[in-house]
């Protein structure tokens, strides 16, 4: 849009300093002088403060029509009293563009981004579960089972990234493990319903997907845990699975049904921070723009039905209809122009977000 501030005003105000320097230089040819002003003025008012007002009052009626100068501001007043006889340039078409109003209605349709997944969809059967084994074996260490867990991965697939720590998952496995001692259970899904996708909305981690492998019992040491999970089909899906970009490790050694055993926790997550989510905002002014044109184009409509009923004879009032109806085709097709260009763009935010979220 042309701004109410323009390299416009500067003329005239050079405009205008001529004219007094003329005046102040030339008082004594009256009669030059006065035809000289009078042609300057005639000049500055009919192309350059009348071009300002063109340009101003354009931009003020498709402002206000869709909604971006509210009543009350300064220049929706100023737009108010100086455009009620704003003439419609004769450069817009008294047809509406059938091809935008094509578009707009059948081809401008905004498309919905996926929802990221809200639950753990990765969490294979406890089965790393050792009954009637004796205290002995290793302890367990969190970084090298994370050195463990993605060696594995590159030994099974050396294009899989090595998974990185990631302080809010290992939160997760700890509150996990706690849990578990505490509760005397080995579930994913605790007796009151927690489990390691809640914990992650309660600890603020957005994620895309989230998985998580518990063990219990004594083992030989971080790498024999590891082997563990690497020979339960379902833990070794989690560990080699390709979408997953961080990884968070808690091992608690404690009493359970009796016995002194550990239990240990992977929680697996891809956060939602790597995929940029459409702009809200976009969308919503879309939507503001797309009740405005259906505005716009009822009132053509209307005054449509209005000019099969003017007599022929009539043509000022036909003309002044015509003129209105102009003006209203000219906003729309912009408007359709703008709803194009602004539907594309959302669409390409959400198809890029769709593919960043997708998990194979």
């Given at each position: 849009m042309i701004p109410f501030y323009n390299k416009r005003i500067v003329i005239l105000f050079l405009s205008i300093s001529f004219v007094f320097l003329v005046l102040f230089c030339n008082v004594a040819k009256a009669s030059?002088?006065?035809?000289?002003?009078?042609?300057?003025?005639?000049?500055?008012?009919?192309?350059?403060?009348?071009?300002?007002k063109n340009d101003f009052c354009k931009n003020y009626i498709l402002s206000l029509s869709i909604g971006e100068w509210k009543d009350g501001e300064l220049r929706t007043n100023l737009g108010k009293r100086f455009c009620i006889s704003y003439k419609v340039p004769t450069d817009l078409t008294n047809k509406i563009n059938q091809t935008s109003l094509l578009n707009l209605n059948g081809n401008s349709n905004i498309?919905?981004?996926e929802l990221p997944k809200t639950s753990s969809i990765n969490n294979p059967e406890p089965d790393i579960y050792m009954t009637n084994v004796g205290v002995g074996g290793g302890d367990l260490n969190v970084s090298q089972i994370i050195m463990f867990t993605n060696n594995a991965r590159k030994d099974n697939d050396q294009s899989l990234v090595d998974l990185k720590y990631n302080?809010?998952?290992?939160?997760?496995?700890?509150?996990?493990?706690?849990?578990?001692?505490?509760?005397?259970?080995f579930e994913h899904n605790s007796p009151t319903g927690d489990n390691a996708s809640k914990e992650a909305v309660k600890?603020?981690?957005?994620?895309?997907?989230?998985?998580?492998?518990?063990?219990?019992?004594?083992?030989?040491?971080?790498?024999?845990?590891?082997?563990?999970w690497m020979d339960s089909p379902g833990h070794r899906a989690n560990i080699l699975n390709k979408n997953y970009t961080e990884?968070?490790?808690?091992?608690?050694?404690?009493?359970?049904?009796?016995?002194?055993?550990?239990?240990?926790?992977?929680?697996?997550g891809k956060p939602m921070t790597g995929c940029t989510s459409p702009e809200v905002i976009l969308k919503d002014k879309i939507t503001q723009y797309k009740f405005s044109a259906d505005s716009i184009l009822n009132n053509i409509k209307n005054i449509d039905t209005e000019l099969k009923t003017i007599s022929a004879a009539d043509t000022q009032t036909y003309n002044t209809k015509v003129?209105?109806?102009?003006?209203?085709?000219?906003?729309?097709?912009?408007?359709?122009?703008?709803?194009?260009?602004?539907?594309?763009?959302?669409?390409?935010?959400?198809?890029?977000?769709?593919?960043?979220?997708k998990t194979l």
């Open positions: 030059t002088f006065t035809d000289t002003v009078s042609g300057i003025i005639n000049f500055v008012s009919t192309k350059i403060v009348g071009q300002i498309s919905n981004p302080s809010i998952l290992s939160n997760i496995a700890e509150i996990r493990v706690k849990d578990m001692f505490a509760e005397q259970y600890n603020g981690y957005s994620y895309i997907t989230i998985g998580e492998n518990i063990a219990l019992g004594n083992f030989n040491g971080s790498k024999g845990i590891v082997n563990a990884i968070g490790v808690y091992a608690m050694q404690g009493m359970y049904n009796g016995q002194s055993v550990w239990i240990a926790t992977q929680i697996f003129s209105e109806r102009n003006a209203l085709a000219g906003l729309y097709n912009n408007l359709a122009s703008e709803i194009k260009a602004r539907v594309a763009d959302y669409n390409k935010e959400v198809s890029a977000f769709n593919n960043c979220i």
